[in-house]
Each structure stands twice: as C-alpha cells, then as structure tokens.
C-alpha cells in the first residue's frame, strides 16, 4: 500500500506524450466530456470505439498489475478464459500476457510508467490493453489520455447503475469522465478480538461492542479500560489513520496550499494520548512488530480495514492465530471509512476494446458472477443487489469472525463513502505526514517541528505548492 507517487510535473508529461502520440486524444477528451455531460449514452455502440483510438481486432491481451489477485478472479470466473501457465492465458483467439510487477518501493508505478510512455510507438502485440490502479494513486492516471473513458467501449450508465456511487468517483477525472471500473468494494469496518471483548468489556457481541468504540471520545475512553487489563486498542496509531483521513471537510491542497483538515489534527492529538499512555503503539503497518496483534500473545484489541485484511491479510491461514481460531468479530467502530481496492482502466490505443469490455461487464456488472465471488472467495463486490441479498442469506457464514455474516454492515459502509474530498496529492500528503508525525508520538520532535517536517517533505515532492 505504501507507494511513492510521481510528481504532477510527469504527469503533465505523460499527458503531453501522449497527446502527440494519440491521434485522436484531442477529440476522446471532447467527446468523452460531452457524452458524460449528456448522460453517459454510447448509443448501442460496442465495438466501433470511434471516440478513441481504439479497435478490437488484435491478438493479444496484455494487463499490467502488481499481484495475483486479478489474475484469480479471471481465472476463476470469467467463463471465457483458459490458462495456459502461470503469465499466459487465452479468450478465444485472444493470447493472454500477464505481466505482474509487485508494488515493493514503488516498482510496479515505475513500470508501468515507463511502458506507458512507450505505448504509442509500441508494436500492436506490445502495447498495454490493461493496467491496473489502487485508489491512492487512480488520480494519477484517470487524468491523463492514457485512460480510456468506459462510455467509449461501449459501457453505459445503465450496465452500472448496481454499483457503489464511491467505487466510480475514484476512477472519474476532473472532467467528469468514468474511465474505469472495479469488481470490489473496500468499506471499512473495526475487526476485534472476542475473547478480549469478553473478558474487558463483558460480551463480544457486535451491538454491544459497538457501544464501547461508537465515537472516538467513547473509544478513547475504551483504550483506558483495556489498558487496565493489558492490552491495546490498535496495535499502532497508523491503524486508525484512514478513518480519520477519509472523514475531512478538506482537501489536502487548496487553491495551491498545503492545508491540514481539523480531522487529520484530531488524529495527531488522539494519537498522541493514546502512545503517550501506552495504549498503542507506532509500528508501521506491514511490519513484524504490527502483525503480532493477529496472534494472542500480541494483546491487540482491534484493527481498522475492510474485508481483505482480515480475510487475507491478517493470518487467517496460519495455526494459532485469531483468524484461523475464528475469533475475529466485526462492528462499525467511530467512523465509517475505505481502504484500498483494484480499479479495471483500458489504455488508450488498445486493439482489443471489445475483450476489455465484456471483461468489465462480467467482473463487475454481473450479478451471479459476482455473487459467486462472494462465496467462493469472501470478497465484498461492487454490486448493490448481490450483496444486499448476501447480507441477509443465512447460510453465509464468516469462519474467519466466528460464523458473523457482516455483508450488511459493509454494505451500509460503502453506501455512505464520501469522496468529495480527494485530490491527486492524497497518497504523497498522507504517506508524509504520517513519517512526521512518528517523531512527533515518540517524543523525538515537537508537534511544530513534525509539522514543519511534513512541509519540507511534500515541497520536495510537489515544488509547486505553498505550505507555509
């Protein structure tokens, strides 16, 4: 999740490469922006794709992402596609080439970056058909022509109107224009440990845990009860950052300046009560020290996240630890909140438009399939009635949180996201300032002095913004 962003500067030029390289990106951007304005209607079309530089008659796929999991769900329940080893697959005709570069220090955007650069002198075999975004970063790329706007292949408001409003604010750029599309949802809820819950706060059942953790004074109040007896509330301040981040009345950046919403202050000074009083720590998340908490030796309460960390990310697998013991349970917690998710782009210049958009259909549009992935792999899916009809069927179960079925809770959780606050300088502004602020909860820096770190850093990334 931790990702460096490349500054605006190479995003003007990506843009201008590929405005020179893009015969018709002039003309994509106009009629994208005026289809989206008049009601996102490609009027039946489906493989004509005259609105960009587009066709469908190549003969291979190539998708650019950074882990297995999209590969998976193709793999797995797209009817039409075949394996043939572990980076090669077919649809039909279609040779498949996965090409998966992992996110450490940032390779998988460096990557990706430099082939897209390449993308109009690119051989037809060579070009990328589609790549891949995570929400810290889609700005990024969904402002610039080397995305393609969905109404061009054929995708109208009708094939999406099941799907979350947020999971489609994410991939939408400043002109109003959907240029991409995503199987999953990623709202976010508060996992905690029901033994725990038990013995300090008498039952572990969701309704009445949520009394203890349903405003951030009430949880405040809770870390002093378990850490009577113990334990800690998060196994570091980090874990409660994005409930916090994804909760501002801000941006980041306004009208050129570095701005720090109240909500981000009220983190630092609930977090710094909290490490001060011993009642979390400052790990840094992903490390050795921040995973202990999924065993009970690591006496941790809880963790923030949405149903792929608790699901795959949290030992659920491992002998021993909570998840695999099915001790894991699921309330609201202060704030709702989402983090993470897979967004499907085409890339401009793709010779197989009308592939990419059956496969964005069927991923994320179609509710049996969808459906199937819940089951099958305890996704949460970017579709309203699959998941409202999950949430009450009584026969899904999570092992993982003690035979819980929580589909309603995080349904109600991405039914009330709010993007309006994001901005293309999210994930550097994030990533900075919480680097400051752990100098500031160890005792290293004042809070000025952090603060004054976090300025120097993000002018060192974003020159042209004010942060003074």
């Given at each position: 999740?931790?990702?460096?962003?490349?500054?605006?500067?190479?995003?003007?030029?990506?843009?201008?490469?590929?405005?020179?390289?893009?015969?018709?990106?002039?003309?994509?951007?106009?009629?994208?922006?005026?289809?989206?304005?008049?009601?996102?209607?490609?009027?039946?079309?489906?493989?004509?794709?005259?609105?960009?530089?587009?066709?469908?008659?190549?003969?291979?796929?190539?998708?650019?992402?950074?882990?297995?999991?999209?590969?998976?769900?193709?793999?797995?329940?797209?009817?039409?596609?075949k394996?043939?080893?572990?980076?090669?697959?077919?649809?039909?005709?279609?040779?498949?080439?996965?090409?998966?570069?992992?996110?450490?220090?940032?390779?998988?955007?460096?990557?990706?970056?430099?082939?897209?650069?390449?993308?109009?002198?690119?051989?037809?075999?060579?070009k990328?058909?589609?790549?891949?975004?995570?929400?810290?970063?889609?700005?990024?790329?969904?402002?610039?022509?080397?995305?393609?706007?969905?109404?061009?292949?054929?995708?109208?408001?009708?094939?999406?109107?099941?799907?979350?409003?947020?999971?489609?604010?994410?991939v939408?750029d400043?002109?109003?224009?959907?240029?991409?599309?995503?199987?999953?949802?990623?709202?976010?809820?508060?996992?905690?440990?029901?033994?725990?819950?038990?013995?300090?706060?008498?039952?572990?059942?969701?309704?009445?845990?949520q009394?203890?953790?349903?405003?951030?004074?009430?949880?405040?109040?809770?870390?002093?009860?378990?850490?009577?007896?113990?334990?800690?509330?998060?196994?570091?301040?980090?874990d409660s950052?994005?409930?916090?981040?994804?909760?501002?009345?801000?941006?980041?950046?306004?009208?050129?300046?570095?701005?720090?919403?109240?909500?981000?202050?009220?983190?630092?000074?609930?977090?710094?009560?909290?490490?001060?009083?011993?009642?979390?720590?400052?790990?840094?998340?992903?490390?050795?020290?921040?995973s202990?908490?999924?065993?009970?030796?690591?006496?941790?309460f809880?963790?923030?996240?949405?149903?792929?960390?608790?699901?795959?990310?949290?030992?659920?697998?491992?002998?021993?630890?909570?998840?695999?013991?099915?001790?894991?349970?699921?309330?609201?917690?202060?704030?709702?909140?989402?983090?993470?998710?897979?967004?499907?782009?085409?890339?401009q210049?793709?010779?197989?438009?009308?592939?990419?958009?059956?496969?964005?259909?069927?991923?994320?549009?179609?509710?049996?399939?969808?459906?199937?992935?819940?089951?099958?792999?305890?996704?949460?899916?970017?579709?309203?009635?699959?998941?409202?009809?999950?949430?009450?069927?009584?026969?899904?179960?999570?092992?993982?949180?003690?035979?819980?079925?929580?589909?309603g809770?995080?349904?109600?959780?991405?039914?009330?996201?709010?993007?309006?606050?994001?901005?293309?300088?999210?994930?550097?502004?994030?990533?900075?300032?919480?680097?400051?602020?752990?100098?500031?909860?160890?005792?290293?820096?004042?809070?000025?002095?952090?603060?004054?770190?976090?300025?120097?850093?993000?002018?060192?990334?974003?020159?042209?913004?004010?942060?003074?």
């Amino acid at each position: 999740m931790r990702k460096k962003v490349l500054s605006l500067m190479l995003v003007s030029t990506m843009v201008a490469g590929c405005l020179a390289g893009c015969g018709d990106s002039g003309n994509s951007s106009n009629s994208s922006n005026s289809s989206t304005n008049g009601g996102n209607d490609s009027s039946g079309s489906t493989s004509e794709a005259s609105k960009s530089n587009l066709s469908s008659d190549g003969k291979t796929l190539n998708i650019y992402c950074w882990n297995e999991e999209f590969k998976t769900r193709v793999k797995d329940h797209y009817p039409d596609y075949k394996e043939v080893d572990s980076t090669h697959g077919t649809i039909g005709d279609v040779n498949v080439v996965w090409n998966i570069t992992p996110n450490k220090d940032n390779a998988y955007q460096q990557n990706l970056d430099n082939t897209l650069q390449k993308q109009a002198d690119a051989a037809a075999d060579d070009k990328i058909d589609i790549f891949l975004v995570e929400a810290d970063y889609a700005l990024k790329y969904v402002d610039t022509d080397y995305t393609v706007p969905i109404t061009d292949l054929g995708i109208t408001d009708a094939d999406i109107a099941n799907q979350y409003k947020y999971t489609q604010d994410v991939v939408t750029d400043s002109k109003g224009v959907l240029k991409g599309l995503s199987w999953q949802g990623c709202p976010g809820v508060l996992f905690y440990n029901r033994d725990v819950a038990k013995e300090v706060l008498g039952s572990d059942d969701p309704d009445k845990v949520q009394e203890s953790v349903k405003d951030w004074d009430t949880y405040n109040a809770t870390a002093e009860k378990l850490k009577e007896k113990g334990y800690y509330i998060t196994s570091s301040v980090n874990d409660s950052y994005r409930v916090y981040s994804n909760n501002v009345t801000s941006k980041w950046v306004e009208d050129g300046k570095v701005n720090i919403d109240a909500n981000i202050e009220k983190w630092v000074d609930d977090s710094k009560k909290l490490v001060d009083a011993k009642e979390t720590n400052t790990y840094e998340l992903w490390s050795d020290d921040w995973s202990k908490g999924f065993y009970p030796e690591g006496k941790v309460f809880a963790y923030f996240g949405p149903a792929w960390l608790v699901n795959f990310s949290m030992a659920a697998d491992q002998e021993g630890s909570i998840g695999n013991m099915g001790k894991w349970g699921a309330t609201k917690g202060p704030q709702g909140f989402f983090w993470g998710g897979t967004w499907i782009c085409a890339c401009q210049g793709t010779d197989n438009a009308d592939t990419i958009k059956d496969i964005m259909l069927k991923l994320t549009t179609d509710t049996d399939i969808m459906t199937d992935i819940v089951k099958k792999d305890d996704d949460f899916v970017n579709n309203k009635p699959a998941m409202e009809a999950m949430a009450k069927d009584t026969s899904y179960k999570s092992k993982i949180l003690g035979g819980q079925n929580p589909l309603g809770m995080f349904a109600e959780g991405a039914d009330s996201i709010d993007l309006s606050n994001i901005s293309n300088y999210d994930q550097g502004c994030n990533e900075e300032f919480q680097n400051a602020m752990k100098g500031y909860f160890e005792g290293k820096s004042t809070k000025e002095e952090a603060i004054q770190a976090f300025y120097k850093a993000v002018k060192e990334k974003y020159p042209e913004l004010e942060t003074e």
